[in-house]
DNA sequence: CAAATAAATTCCCGATAGGGAATAATACAA
DNA sequence: TTGTATTATTCCCTATCGGGAATTTATTTG
């Protein structure tokens, strides 16, 4: 397990995403039911979303990435 | 109409990338009809993002913002 | 103002998101 | 190994996404 500070990262994929999610979800030691419990959602979509399904609702994943304190922001490229 | 440069911002819900989207098309003078013309995809979906619907999905919004130029940084909040 | 262009809304409808619950698979410990 | 916890997958199911096209509404232009 890489503990290390993530500078985070750019967004790209729902791979991305994916990724971020699981690790600050362990970084918190949360499970994912408990990650579903907080988001009020189910653990299919929890699961579905560390594995990078890229068809997952837009807010749905805003909301994951503020519970765990993630921000998200956008510029040029 | 303003027309500054955005230093864009914080994304924390679809009606701010909604708002990004509307922005950076008309930077781009593109019309809504020739932005789904370049992402493949539908104008109802390009409607639909620009005005905030929250169950878009994810990977479309990423590959709309991908083409308008706009990168997508995570960060720790 | 009217005309032209762009955007939003509506309809039909096939495809699928995602909830809950059960099961299977995987990881981890002792 | 066996047991335990966690995650992934499957099923059933309802709700809705989103494409295409047509229409309505809004915006821009002359």
Redesign the pocket.
């Given at each position: 397990m890489n503990r290390e500070i993530l500078p985070i990262g750019s967004i790209k994929s729902a791979k991305d995403v994916g990724e971020i999610v699981s690790r600050y979800?362990?970084m918190q030691e949360l499970?994912?039911?408990e990650l579903?419990g907080l988001a009020q959602?189910?653990?299919?979509?929890?699961?579905?979303l560390?594995?990078g399904?890229g068809?997952?609702?837009f807010d749905?994943v805003m909301h994951i990435l503020d519970l765990l304190g993630v921000e998200v922001v956008a510029k040029e490229r």
């Open positions: 979800r362990k499970t994912q039911v579903a959602t189910g653990t299919r979509f929890i699961s579905d560390e594995n399904k068809t997952v609702q749905k």
